[in-house]
């Protein structure tokens, strides 16, 4: 009886369809559930690093004064404990694999320009305080003259 059980097991492994796909000539399956790759949307991301000192395979490296945030690719063990570190939302696990490589990849994403704040606003705003001075000086030495 086990030998023809492990006869049919046999042969069912010779003959039958394999149970692996042959990814990526064969496209993966894709679920719900499946995460793909982490990506980042670099317009949010303010260079805090929290994501790279929560990453647990050392794939992130940010770098608050170049403005940029790179991950490599071979290290990350998609569990998402970056995306979750983020309180700027800007990680988020897609659904699709990146495309099988014999190289290390490092993807590198370069965030914007910083936004300075404009030195003429300060120095207009440096010169209206003296004229708002001004002007509640001029109004309390009317108001004894208006009792008057
Ligand atoms: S992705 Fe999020 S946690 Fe990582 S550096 Fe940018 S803002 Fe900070
Ligand atoms: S998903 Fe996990 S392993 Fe990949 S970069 Fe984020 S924290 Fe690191």
């Keep these: 009886m086990a030998t023809f059980k492990i006869g049919k097991m046999l042969m069912r492994s010779l003959f039958g369809k394999p149970a692996t796909l042959m990814y990526p000539v064969k496209p993966a399956k894709i679920t719900d559930s499946t995460r793909g790759h982490m990506t980042i949307d670099i317009d949010k991301c303010v260079f805090c690093s929290l994501c790279a000192k929560k990453c647990p395979t050392n794939a992130l490296t940010v770098d608050r004064k170049a403005r940029t945030w790179e991950i490599q690719r071979?290290?990350?063990?998609?569990?998402?404990?970056?995306?979750?570190?983020?309180?700027?939302?800007?990680?988020?696990?897609?659904?699709?694999?990146?495309?099988?490589?014999?190289?290390?990849?490092?993807?590198l994403f370069q965030g914007p320009p910083k936004e300075e704040k404009p030195k003429a606003e300060k120095v207009e705003k440096a010169a209206e305080a003296p004229a708002v001075e001004a002007a509640a000086e001029t109004a309390a030495e009317a108001a004894p003259q208006a009792e008057a």
């Design 74 to 107: 071979m290290r990350c063990i998609q569990c998402n404990a970056c995306a979750v570190a983020c309180n700027k939302d800007a990680l988020q696990m897609a659904p699709e694999y990146t495309a099988p490589n014999t190289e290390k990849v490092v993807d």
